[in-house]
């Protein structure tokens, strides 16, 4: 009081020894003293709690979303090595379908076979998965700094037993289970069909695209044929490549919208985002200061705005009033209609599930010893209050707090840039009636420029991984028919075929499966995104989203993906071309 005589409120701070039920001591403070005490116009803000649960949502919500999309991206990843993994087994198989028979015929059951397959993958998934491991703990301070940005948290992360061994544990499971469901038909492949190249009876298959007879580009027409015939591995290249597609372009969609273009996701954060907000000392002046300004050519709208606290069947609820719900811009209604009647409210998504009321149901608000019951008219969302939140009108305010006027103004400029110039000279003009003055524009821009920064991070990483599991991919596949048509190869070139002519034919069998897989990767992503998102992010209180999909960036990134699939096929094969004809008939 000696060092603050002008304050008007008291802080008091209390340790638990478990942090986490410090929402239970609120509402039990609040039976014992919230709903005793009559709240006058001087301190319609009664009691402002902040909590150990808020504050840590708070300052780790971004972090929360971070990880979210990394997790999913990490979970895509292993979906897509699991593909790969049950591509090389049975490429494998077909590969040493001999030597299985050779094994079987000198007595190896398929079963010890089968366990020695099972034993090659785990070991490879055991030393994968800890190098893996490793090196996401040689990454993670660099993560750690890209956080801290917006946290103002320092992370020292140590080494977790826990996680890593779940991780390994996981991953070995996932891959022991793909290799046995991949692996099993050596136990039943007989030693004489095995020897046979796995040929029980023959075979004939339909010859697609005969050369005599087709018309077309003759590379083009052997790059189909041969495609037409691997129609399994083709299916498994394109499912692999729509994944990743997928991934990625749900990271050009993170990055467009909170890097480039962050208005649509600082309105889901904040609910609704003017330019500035003035905090008025008295709802007199508060009336007069409005009326001043809204003639002022520099604003394009001004309205009456007030948040306050509210219990909600002993839920700490953060209220809205406002003057007109149609002039917010925001993106707070999601569902139903914004209270037109002093007997409506709107509630927020979260606080819909924590109590059960939907749209129809009447719900009771209290404020202090006042307790009224209000029919429930629409759905809100909000981030702010842990998702906690309801609308009122200022009539309905005035039902459990009779005396409420308004105390903040909500301003949207013409130009945002003249921000801090307008409440510069508002300061000036009224200072002795205004608590403060906050430059909403250029705060949000300094937030979203940190939330810009991190998921920019994220979306390269994203869009680098994809290029490099596209390039695994297609090495290993491209690798695996070069070896398995080497005679094939062998007499195209004794015949005349250049070694350009035989690179641009493998090029082009993988370029038609990998141009589709990459398109329906890419549209899952623009129509996806969105979807996945509010998904994640529903349990902070986002429960719709829009933020459209950039449609120029992702078809850039599609298109850049098929030239550097081209370009690395190619690539691949260019080991072809010191290859003799003789060699590979022969070998």
Not at 105 to 118: F, P, R, S
Not at 304 to 317: A, K, P, R, T
Request: net charge negative.
């Amino acid at each position: 009081a000696q060092d603050m005589p002008g304050a008007t409120c008291e802080v008091i701070r209390v340790r638990l020894h478990d942090p986490s039920e410090s929402e239970t001591l609120f509402r039990d403070s609040a039976q014992e003293f919230w709903y005793t005490t009559t709240i006058s116009e001087a301190d319609s803000l009664y009691v402002h709690t902040v909590t150990w649960n808020s504050v840590k949502q708070l300052r780790t919500m971004m972090s929360s979303i971070t990880s979210i999309v990394l997790v999913l991206f990490a979970a895509i990843i292993v979906l897509v090595s699991l593909l790969v993994v049950r591509f090389r087994i049975r490429n494998s198989i077909e590969e040493g379908m001999t030597n299985i028979g050779a094994l079987k015929a000198v007595g190896y059951t398929g079963t010890q076979l089968l366990h020695a397959t099972l034993l090659q993958f785990a070991l490879i998934a055991v030393v994968g998965t800890l190098g893996g491991i490793g090196l996401s703990y040689a990454v993670l301070p660099f993560v750690s700094q890209v956080l801290e940005s917006q946290t103002a948290l320092l992370w020292r992360q140590g080494f977790d037993p826990l996680c890593s061994a779940l991780t390994l544990v996981f991953i070995l499971l996932a891959v022991l289970a793909v290799t046995w469901l991949s692996a099993r038909r050596i136990r039943t492949l007989q030693a004489l069909v095995a020897l046979r190249q796995g040929l029980a009876t023959h075979s004939f298959k339909h010859n697609y695209l005969p050369l005599d007879t087709s018309k077309g580009a003759l590379a083009w027409l052997l790059a189909i044929k041969s495609t037409l015939q691997s129609k399994g591995q083709m299916i498994t290249i394109a499912i692999i490549v729509a994944t990743v597609t997928f991934a990625a372009a749900a990271g050009v969609s993170i990055y467009d919208n909170l890097a480039l273009h962050p208005d649509a996701f600082g309105r889901l954060l904040s609910g609704e985002m003017p330019d500035a907000a003035l905090f008025v000392d008295t709802p007199d002046n508060a009336e007069k200061i409005r009326e001043s300004i809204e003639d002022d050519e520099r604003v394009r709208k001004v309205f009456s705005y007030q948040n306050f606290l509210v219990m909600i069947e002993d839920i700490n609820v953060n209220a809205i009033a406002v003057e007109d719900p149609s002039l917010l811009e925001g993106g707070l209604l999601y569902e139903g209609r914004y209270p037109e009647h002093d007997n409506e409210v709107a509630i927020s998504g979260i606080l819909f599930g924590q109590t059960g009321k939907a749209i129809g149901d009447t719900i009771e608000v209290a404020q202090g010893a006042r307790t009224d019951r209000y029919l429930v008219v629409g759905l809100i969302q909000t981030v702010n209050n842990n998702g906690l939140a309801c609308m009122l009108t200022p009539s309905g305010v005035c039902r459990i707090q009779p005396d409420f006027r308004f105390r903040e103004i909500y301003v949207y400029m013409q130009d945002s840039t003249q921000t801090a110039e307008f409440l510069e000279l508002v300061s000036q003009r009224f200072g002795a009636d205004l608590n403060s003055t906050v430059n909403l524009s250029e705060l949000m821009d300094a937030q979203l420029g940190v939330y810009g920064d991190i998921f920019q991070v994220v979306a390269i990483a994203v869009v680098a991984v994809t290029a490099l599991v596209v390039f695994l991919v297609l090495y290993l596949m491209l690798k695996t028919v070069i070896l398995r048509r080497r005679r094939e190869l062998g007499i195209h070139k004794a015949l005349g075929f250049t070694t350009w002519q035989l690179m641009n034919q493998f090029a082009l069998q993988f370029i038609p499966v990998i141009t589709l897989g990459i398109a329906v990767g890419g549209i899952a992503g623009i129509f996806g995104f969105n979807p996945i998102f509010v998904a994640l992010t529903r349990g902070m209180g986002i429960m719709t989203a829009s933020m459209p999909a950039p449609l120029g960036l992702t078809t850039i990134m599609c298109v850049a993906l098929v030239v550097l699939a081209y370009a690395l096929a190619l690539l691949i094969a260019w080991r072809i071309r010191k290859v003799s004809a003789y060699a590979l008939v022969s070998e």
